[in-house]
């Protein structure tokens, strides 16, 4: 199938990761929400996210996941474990992964001072202005502690809000490829209906990636088919064999974008 | 930091790692409700979640996760791609993971059987009945169409519904271990205030995990604290140097759990 050859991709596919760094998340404690915020925010530059991954607070976990991705991706994202507190080890591990040590960064030193008294700005909030050498810093105007870019890995808070301006900051970093296209039709259909000539359109149009997505609403089963492509020609083609094959059956279409 | 070294983990700490497969959500299209709800579930049970990841429709991706996890967990589960349409591979995939074919199981062909009317009986649906060879069926009052279990593999359904109920399905497989006790402290306090003291606790309590966890709620900074252990004693002895670092600050306490 189209997918499994990437026979789709043009040259200049720009792809990413995110790793997001916490137990939290993992124990349920908390339920994330910087993954969707991110696949959207990278989809509308024309950046493919291929993989992520959630991690404990462990180095050696750390260290994994961010030297096999950045080996795989274009951009990697972290997002989580850059605060004051001794369960923040997302610097040091980056420094570990790209074998340099920590250092304080003036800069980041500077903008912690402008931004706390001076009987609170502690050795441990100190800790937030130490960085990779070598890296460059993401601003953070929502509480001043910045995040920082090592080579094409972006490191940045776990906090949505403060993750959310932090990739703000990265973009002017970031060089955006190709855009996937994307149309979609939902309707109260069940796959198993359309299965059959649905991978007929997907074998014809093989640079085209058209997925289908099974949903419960109203308590009636429908489904949504999303056709992706980079050539706009062919995404046209196909989608219109994709919406003949629901109005032949006739049924009733919920939603069209 | 005890973390790195696992020092509080006990010999029947059980782990679990989850796949989630599908290019939706890595597009943004869809927002995961799955990590969640198998996160809070498995703690529960006493088996810890130790890593996630989401990886695309593609053969190769989803042989290399299932096969990396399952070898470092005591379980995986995955969730997506077992429908009746062509971008559904996960079956085909979990079978080459494992080195078998995959055959028609006859239980789960009836099952489907009962469900449709024969002439929707199709091909397409005929597929849900293909599991890997040596798989064990896991129910599905929802569809109908079973998920599986592979070895100490659970293959489940992307739909947040469908997979909770095979997740039930699968409990009776389960094993659950010691389980990780926990106490939560929130406050409006900021993190770099505590840090250095929540330190010193981390440090003096190498087999409790400390969590520092800071929230942004009615514009007004917070931090949550966690405090988990398998020992119930150091648990609370811990807690309570914990609590009375907030206390001697006259911090206001927010939630405590």
Do not use: W
């Amino acid at each position: 199938m189209s997918n499994k050859d990437n026979k789709f991709m043009p040259e200049n596919k720009k792809t990413a990761a995110l790793i997001i760094i916490g137990n939290e998340i993992l124990s349920g404690r908390t339920v994330d929400k910087n993954l969707n915020f991110l696949a959207v925010g990278l989809t509308e530059m024309g950046i493919n996210m291929e993989e992520a991954r959630v991690v404990k607070d462990i180095e050696g976990d750390i260290i994994k996941a961010v030297n096999e991705l950045r080996a795989k991706c274009d951009y990697v994202f972290t997002s989580g474990g850059i605060g004051p507190t001794h369960d923040d080890i997302t610097a040091l591990s980056i420094a570990k992964a790209f074998g340099v040590e920590l250092y304080r960064d003036p800069v980041a030193k500077k903008l912690l001072e402008d931004h706390y008294p001076p009987e609170k700005l502690n050795a441990a909030r100190l800790k937030m202005a130490d960085i990779p050498k070598g890296a460059t810093l993401l601003n953070n105007p929502v509480s001043s502690a910045p995040g920082f870019k090592m080579e094409n890995v972006f490191v940045m808070a776990g906090v949505p809000s403060i993750m959310q301006a932090m990739f703000e900051a990265s973009k002017e970093h970031l060089e955006g490829g190709a855009k996937m296209l994307s149309r979609m039709i939902s309707a109260y259909i069940t796959e198993g209906n359309i299965a059959e000539r649905l991978g007929d359109v997907q074998y014809k149009y093989p640079d085209v990636e058209i997925g289908s997505y099974p949903y419960i609403k109203n308590e009636r089963l429908g489904t949504s088919l999303v056709v992706r492509s980079f050539d706009k020609t062919k995404l046209d083609q196909a989608f219109a064999e994709v919406k003949s094959i629901l109005d032949k059956d006739g049924v009733e279409v919920e939603e069209e974008a």
